[in-house]
């Protein structure tokens, strides 16, 4: 497999996982907003520890994606 082959492979391995965490993160911000008012404090918490943590991991994981499309373009 040639280097080029091998770095879009993780580039695709690498956005769907982004993908993932998108809609978790979306469905966690969902949830918040119709159960803010019946959620106990304790799970309050989680879910906005929970959202924060995906949110600098899908950044995290977009700083990823740009270094491998700058590799791409360096080929």
């Known amino acids: 497999m040639s280097e080029l082959d091998r770095i879009k492979e993780q580039l695709v391995y690498l956005r769907f996982w982004q993908g ?4 978790t993160d979306i469905s966690l911000v969902g949830w ?6 019946t959620a106990t404090p304790t799970l309050l918490s989680f ?3 929970g959202i924060v943590a995906l949110g600098l991991g899908i950044f995290l994981l977009h ?6 499309i700058e590799q791409i373009g360096r080929l």
């Not at 993932?20 to 809609?23: G, L, N, Q, T």
């Open 32 to 37: 918040l907003a119709s159960a803010a008012d």
């Open 47 to 49: 879910t906005i520890v």
């Open 63 to 68: 700083r990823q994606i740009e270094r491998r």
């Open 20 to 23: 993932i965490m998108v809609v």
